[in-house]
Structure formats: C-alpha cells, structure tokens
C-alpha cells in the first residue's frame, strides 16, 4: 500500500471534509478523491460517506481506521532507522520538553557522544503534547517529561524528583498579592493559586523559563522548580518564601517499546546515571537553600 493513501484517509478523518484535508496536505482535491477512490479499490470496500457537511466513516472506514495509524508509524519507523550516516551502526533519536534541555538533554547528549560514539543522535524540543505524539508515533525513541500521557505501545520510568516551591525577589518574601504574583502554568496536577492569592494574577505565562527570566526582570514572585532557582538562590537574586506550600514535580523518560533496545537500552542506563547524580547534587543544594531562607539575611554595608 502506498503510505500517502493512509496518511490521506487520516487526514480527511482528523479534518472531517476531503477539501479541508486538501488544504492541509497542500494537494488538489481531485488528488484527495483519487488516493480515496484508489485505497477503496485496493481494500474494496466504501471508506467514506460525503454530504454537504463534509466527510463521514462507514463500518469499513471505522475497521480501516484501527490499522492506518499503525501503517504510518511503521513507515515513519523505517524511514528512521534506515537514514543511518556512514560510519555509525545505528540512529537514536533523543528529546525533552522545552524546559529541559538545559541541563539534561544536553548532558544526555553528551554523555551518548562520549559513550556511544558509533550512534549517530538526532535532537528535538518540542511541546509536551507534540512531543509525546512523536514519541508514541516512532519518530522519536525517547523524551524527557514532566507528566507524560501514557499512549499504546509507551513505556514510562520515572528520573527523578523536582519540587516547585514559591520564591520572590525581595529579601525578606511574604505570601505574594495580586500585583507581584505571576502564574505560571505548571500543567493540570498543579494546584490552583486560589488560596495564597485574592483575584487572579495580573501576569501569566505558560512556559516556566519566560516567566523566571521576567521575575528576575521585573521583580515579583511565583512558583518555579526548584533545580532552575537554585542558582538565583545562591546569588541573593531570590529568595525562598517561608511557610508556602510546595509541590511535587518529577521528571520522566518516555521511550516507544518498539525502539532498537540495544541502542536505547544503554542510551538509558546513561541518563539514568545523569539523573542520579543529578538527585545527589540537588539534594545537597537544597538543603543548603532551606538553611539560607531560614536564616536572617545579613545586613547590606552602606
């Protein structure tokens, strides 16, 4: 079967109409009609049902639809491990959301270089939605994640323990108020803010590197995960607010069980190495951070 007809019946399914599906696959709709009309033939069977109001299943399509996705991610699995560069066995493609690349996709990335050096990488960044569907689709082998959706054929371990907790830009941090709180939001297992602040907050931001770039801008205070704040904590720039909850936020690895395991295999028994000495540097740090919160500041020499 020619991949393009599968792709073409999802597209059409996702976007309910042959044209709309013409205008995403950059094709005439004459194309569209005629891999449908040429994929019925090779199934013999009937896929779609077309009125005004675009494009529906039949029974056929329904049973089609359990098996298309599949063809396409082997396609696109093959496609993969078969681009491998002269010189290397193997292709292992590696990616984490955008707020973990730095430190860990890139300590990942070279440790991989450094220990499997006949591997050739490829590395992507991407949203945590698109990069799950990558993942789950074959394209990439393994991503780092906060609270990855479990999908068919996903396996998911967990790397290690990250904490948000509220910090402000003053030296001596109280609960925060409307005007210098900023919402960051932290996916759907965060907690609501509705407690520490009356009214919502006057800035928000959905990616938690923007937002503590703007508090160390501008001043204020939010939740941010402990391993980024750290460094700020050390240089006086924040400051731990006392008495405010904090919240778990672990860090995963999810992987597709159909990857080359013996390439993914030792790919992550590295990051898991990382990870662990990760944890141990990072428990040091914040037990040292606690200690400096609790402790008075020193007064500033005129």
Not at 138 to 156: E, F, N, T
């Amino acid at each position: 079967m020619d991949i393009e007809l599968a792709k073409t019946f999802l597209e059409i399914v996702t976007s309910g109409s042959f044209a709309r599906a013409a205008e995403r696959l950059n094709v005439a709709q004459t194309t569209v009609s005629a891999r449908v009309k040429l994929l019925e033939q090779q199934l013999g069977r009937p896929l779609f049902e077309r009125d005004r109001r675009g494009a529906s299943l039949t029974p056929a399509g329904e049973q089609f639809l359990r098996y298309a996705p599949k063809f396409v991610q082997l396609w696109q699995r093959v496609r993969h491990q078969v681009a491998v560069p002269p010189g290397h066995r193997a292709v292992l493609s590696i990616g984490s959301e955008v707020s973990l690349w730095q430190p860990f996709l890139l300590d990942w990335v070279s440790w991989i270089r450094n220990s499997l050096a006949d591997v050739a990488l490829r590395v992507h960044v991407d949203v945590p939605q698109d990069l799950i569907n990558l993942v789950a689709g074959g394209i990439i082998d393994a991503a780092i994640m906060y609270a990855p959706q479990h999908r068919p054929g996903l396996k998911i371990d967990r790397l290690m323990e990250d904490r948000l907790v509220l910090v402000a830009s003053t030296e001596s941090p109280k609960l925060p108020s409307q005007q210098n709180y900023v919402h960051v939001d932290w996916g759907p297992h965060f907690p609501q803010e509705s407690n520490l602040v009356e009214g919502a907050p006057s800035v928000s931001f959905n990616l938690g590197p923007l937002a503590l770039s703007y508090v160390l801008a501008q001043g204020g205070s939010g939740y941010f995960r402990m391993r980024a704040i750290l460094p700020h904590i050390a240089s006086g720039e924040l400051h731990i607010v006392t008495g405010a909850p904090e919240y778990s936020y672990p860090i995963y690895v999810a992987y597709s069980s159909e990857a080359d395991s013996s390439v993914l295999k030792p790919a992550l028994a590295g990051l898991r190495g990382i990870s662990e000495a990760s944890t141990n540097n990072g428990q040091h740090s914040t037990i040292d951070a606690h200690r400096d919160a609790r402790s008075p500041s020193p007064r500033r020499r005129g």
